[in-house]
């Protein structure tokens, strides 16, 4: 997840009946509509949707 714009979910059966426990991680680094406009941004130009957001951070 570190120094990505992936979103993992895990979800697991609680004890009580009907119950589900959901977790996510993000890294927080991209955040919000900085990622969303370069995002967006992309996909008007035709190009890879994640161009610009998957890199190495810099800052671990």
């Known amino acids: 997840i ?3 714009n992936i979103c993992k979910i895990a979800l697991f059966e609680d004890r009580r009946p009907g119950w589900v ?3 996510s991680v993000i890294d927080n680094l991209t ?3 900085a990622g969303q406009a370069i995002q ?3 996909l008007t130009q035709g190009w890879a949707e994640t161009l610009g957001l998957i890199n190495i951070s ?3």
């Open 58 to 60: 810099m800052f671990p």
């Open 31 to 33: 955040k919000g509509s």
């Open 2 to 4: 570190k120094g990505s």
């Open 21 to 23: 426990i959901v977790i």
């Open 40 to 42: 967006n941004y992309n």
